[in-house]
């Protein structure tokens, strides 16, 4: 591949991710959003990062996998409970990776 058309390829992608995100900041710098406004756009990043992380904790090749052979599901149920409890994000992550090797570790 030529070295313009990989240049002007990151340079669009570049654009076409910049561009979406700098307009709302343009457009909003100078207002202030109404109290509901803000309270619906706190919860984007909690529904965001559970929609990536829900196929991960059911779904195996290609399947929904509820058995005890599930790791990760029987692993995020004690993290749900502790991110819900605690509010800590690097808490949540730690249990959930603690629970997941000690049992791969005992288990398999």
């Known amino acids: 591949m030529d ?9 669009g ?6 561009i979406p995100r700098a307009l709302p900041m343009l457009a909003l710098a100078s207002r202030s ?6 309270r619906w756009l706190s919860f984007i990043p909690t529904a965001v990062l559970s929609a990536l992380l829900l ?8 399947s929904l996998n509820l058995s ?9 149920i004690p993290a749900f409970v502790l991110a819900v ?8 992550v730690a249990l ?10 005992f288990f398999t």
């Open 33 to 38: 959003l109404p109290d509901v406004a803000i």
């Open 68 to 76: 005890l052979g599930n790791v990760f599901l029987w692993a995020g």
């Open 55 to 62: 196929p991960s904790l059911l779904v195996h090749d290609a």
């Open 13 to 18: 992608m570049c654009a076409v991710t910049y």
């Open 96 to 105: 959930g990776m603690a629970i997941v090797a000690g049992s791969r570790y």
């Open 85 to 92: 409890c605690t509010r800590s994000f690097f808490g949540t």
């Open 3 to 11: 070295q313009t058309v990989v240049f002007l390829t990151i340079v």
